[in-house]
């Protein structure tokens, strides 16, 4: 399934043959094995308040569907198709990733939203495995049979995360894990946790040193109170450490070197989130296209008012300059580069132009837009969640000046 999305001296936006195959069969994948899956749910997974129990929490069979569409989409070689062969996955290009995650949001919001690996899958930090932890935690991963979350964000420290109070402290040959994380993706639902500790203090190690990445499993920690976010219910939570032991075959990468090896792979999050909300966007600017040529107002479609055609064309201009920007980004990338700009830039404008284009489909769709009945208004969260992780606007604001040179 590896395709050759590799850079060239001019530029060309055509898709070739081999993601033309790929997203005939995505399509195909999503027809046969998710949308069945869901009609089969009836209410039990389009009702928040049936999918959910009282605190929050996915209920069983919300949770099976998951994991059902996860490993069925492993099988058939989507899920991790961006990890490198020799653990399974396809090794995709970046530029295919790109095209995948984006084409898979155009479908919407729901179980499909799990066909590719997200943060409960495989990222390339965990691609740092050796020996047994490649078998234990990396491949069953990328088989979509385990799943995991990266534990870094703490009730005091988000974006500043080098300030982070969860500690790991050598006590023999073990560590002692201490502390508390905040906002962790899939934490409810994780077999196991990647979770970041300060090993060394900064006064000696430096501001981003002295931060080492453990592989914790889901016995060894305690899930605290979910954290629902609007958007995203059910799916982060807190999670406790008290005096957790582990070996050193529990480290992934380096020790004190984590910080830097997470960061390294900043840019594919960006990617990966902003492609997503291109992807949701081009969705919701078709349910407004068929909307406001069908519904009829003072005795015509309300599509032929400015005030409606114009929201449209807006969006439509915005999330195109931000898919350019995606594929530039996904390119450079494929080039061996960081493009960390460009990640940035990248991230800001499709998340914003997302929560754009959500507010106006709704308006577009008056009444029918804040009905439960429709998806609109989740799509409408969603869009602001989006451009609160990987990096809040502003520190991809912050980003940008910093490697424009502004000081």
Not at 50 to 69: F, P, Q, S, Y
Not at 139 to 155: D, K, L, M, N
Not at 189 to 203: I, K, S
Not at 357 to 376: C, R, T
């Amino acid at each position: 399934m590896a395709t050759q999305d590799t850079p060239t001296d001019g530029v060309s936006f055509a898709e070739p043959e081999e993601w033309r195959l790929i997203r005939t069969s995505l399509d195909e994948f999503v027809e046969r094995e998710v949308e069945p899956l869901e009609e089969e749910l009836g209410e039990t997974w389009s009702n928040p308040r049936l999918r959910h129990d009282a605190d929050g929490r996915w209920v069983d069979e919300a949770i099976e569907a998951v994991e059902t569409v996860r490993q069925k989409s492993a099988e058939a070689g989507f899920y991790a198709m961006n990890i490198a062969e020799e653990y399974g996955g396809e090794g995709v290009s970046n530029v295919t990733w790109y095209r995948a995650k984006r084409h898979v949001a155009s479908h919407g919001t729901g179980l499909v939203s799990h066909v590719l690996a997200g943060p409960e899958g495989p990222k390339p930090l965990l691609a740092n495995a050796e020996g047994e932890q490649v078998e234990r935690y990396l491949e069953p991963v990328v088989r979509g049979e385990r799943s995991t979350g990266f534990g870094q964000t703490e009730p005091g420290a988000g974006s500043d995360s080098p300030n982070m109070q969860t500690r790991a402290e050598r006590d023999g040959d073990e560590w002692v894990l201490n502390g508390t994380k905040q906002w962790i993706t899939n934490a409810p639902y994780a077999d196991f946790l990647q979770v970041f500790a300060r090993t060394t203090p900064q006064e000696e190690a430096g501001r981003y040193g002295g931060i080492t990445c453990f592989l914790v499993e889901r016995d060894e920690y305690e899930v605290g109170s979910l954290n629902n976010a609007v958007g995203s219910v059910g799916m982060q939570s807190e999670v406790h450490f008290d005096d957790v032991r582990l070996g050193e075959e529990r480290v992934l990468g380096t020790v004190d070197g984590a910080f830097y090896e997470a960061m390294g792979f900043l840019s594919l999050g960006r990617m990966e989130l902003g492609a997503e909300a291109v992807g949701h966007a081009d969705h919701l600017l078709d349910l407004g296209t068929e909307y406001a040529n069908s519904r009829e107002a003072f005795g015509r479609s309300i599509g032929t008012f400015q005030g409606i055609s114009h929201k449209l064309a807006d969006g439509r201009a915005t999330v195109d300059a931000a898919d350019a920007l995606g594929l530039r980004l996904a390119w450079k990338m494929d080039a061996g580069e960081q493009a960390i700009r460009d990640a940035s830039s990248f991230k800001y404008v499709a998340t914003n132009a997302y929560f754009d284009v959500a507010d106006d489909v709704v308006q577009v769709h008056g009444g029918n837009g804040l009905s439960e009945d429709n998806p609109f208004m989740d799509h409408l969260q969603l869009a602001r969640l989006l451009r609160i992780v990987e990096g809040t606007d502003e520190i991809q604001l912050n980003t940008v000046a910093k490697q424009m040179g502004v000081e």
